[in-house]
T-cell receptor, first 114, second 111 residues
């Protein structure tokens, strides 16, 4: 069954701690994205990657880091530098083509501060 | 860069009535406009999309219209049902660029 899997569903971060959110897709999509969702603000782009071993900052990359060592995986690390990490984090993927293609989302990870 | 506004932020309709959500965008180069539905605590799901070479697209009770001159596009849901209650997001993207999402509209369908 094809799709995007995010884990864990809920995550708690202690002061000064880095945490990593997992995102795996078996759709054979080249592009992957990380969004942050806060109430009333829609989806804001953190990082994106259009090809393995390459990624670009989005609108709110400060305090986050990513890697793209495999086509199917795009983990997001929320570092201690992100002072307000409480949010719902969504991973997405899409085909890379001549024209823009729809993005498909995972079920999200809800991150809270302890 | 692209900026997307979405109205209204909340919308309540009686079951069976129609609902309309409108988005405006700023970049005239944007040529792809998807709409997503997100139920509480769940993933956004694509419900319909439109490209700039067409003015309207329908899928059963859902339709999207695009006015390129005015730079706005709208989602129309007819014969609303309780299961249509959710947050709806629009997005716009210029060619080869990332999506810019609107802030969302919370639709409540009252029985």
């Amino acid at each position: 069954d094809g799709g995007i899997t995010q884990s864990p569903k809920y995550l708690f971060r202690k002061e000064g701690q880095n945490v990593t959110l997992s995102c795996e897709q078996n759709l054979n999509h080249d592009a992957m994205y990380w969004y942050r969702q806060d109430p009333g603000q829609g989806l804001r782009l953190i990082y994106y990657s259009q090809i393995v071993n390459d990624f670009q900052k989005g609108d709110i990359a400060e305090g986050y880091s990513v890697s793209r060592e495999k086509k199917e995986s795009f983990p997001l690390t929320v570092t201690s530098a992100q002072k307000n990490p409480t949010a719902f984090y969504l991973c997405a993927s899409s085909i890379v083509g001549v024209s823009n293609q729809p993005q498909h989302f995972g079920d999200g990870t809800r991150l809270s501060i302890l | 860069g692209e900026n997307v506004e979405q109205h209204p932020s909340t919308l309540s309709v009686q079951e069976g009535d129609s609902a309309v959500i409108k988005c405006t965008y700023s970049d005239s180069a944007s040529n792809y406009f998807p709409w997503y539905k997100q139920e509480l605590g769940k993933r956004p799901q694509l419900i319909i999309d439109i490209r700039s070479n067409v003015g309207e697209k329908k899928d059963q009770r859902i339709a999207v219209t695009l006015n390129k001159t005015a730079k706005h596009f709208s989602l129309h849901i007819t014969e609303t049902q309780p299961e249509d209650s959710a947050v709806y997001f629009c997005a716009a993207s210029p060619p080869g660029q990332n999506f810019v999402f609107g802030p969302g509209t919370r639709l409540s369908v009252l029985p």
